[in-house]
């Protein structure tokens, strides 16, 4: 089993930036890749990013190329996501998921474990 833990998220101003955390409770001996995903109330999941966990390989999203970073530290096994230059449509919960199947990417029914998800508010 795998438990996944989300922090960072909170308020800040347009413009502003955030570093989200995505913490393990067990070992990643069976995770190939891990993910960004984020809820608005009310829509649809949308896809961030993800990175593989060997290797360098990522995917980002159109919509948040050159803001946003995933980057990791497999010792800490942890996972982070850099947010910058953040606009008011950036505010939703955002999740960290784990995968097994490198080759996931955007479709969230390819990963195997979830967060809770940590709340990213932006105002104007």
């Known amino acids: 089993q795998v438990r996944l833990v989300e922090s960072g998220g909170g308020a800040v101003q347009t413009g502003g930036s955030l570093r989200l955390a995505c913490a393990a409770s067990?070992?990643?001996?069976?995770?190939?890749?891990r993910g960004w995903l984020r809820q608005a109330p009310g829509k649809e999941s949308e896809f961030v990013g993800s990175a593989w966990w060997v290797g360098s390989s990522t995917h980002d999203a159109d919509s948040v190329k050159g803001r946003f970073t995933i980057s990791g530290d497999s010792a800490k096994k942890t996972v982070y996501l850099q947010m910058s230059m953040l606009k008011p449509e950036a505010t939703a919960v955002y999740y960290c998921a784990a995968t097994e199947d490198y080759g996931a990417g955007s479709y969230a029914s390819r990963y195997n474990y979830w967060g809770q998800g940590t709340q990213v508010t932006v105002s104007s």
């Open positions: 067990a070992t990643y001996s069976d995770i190939k890749a």
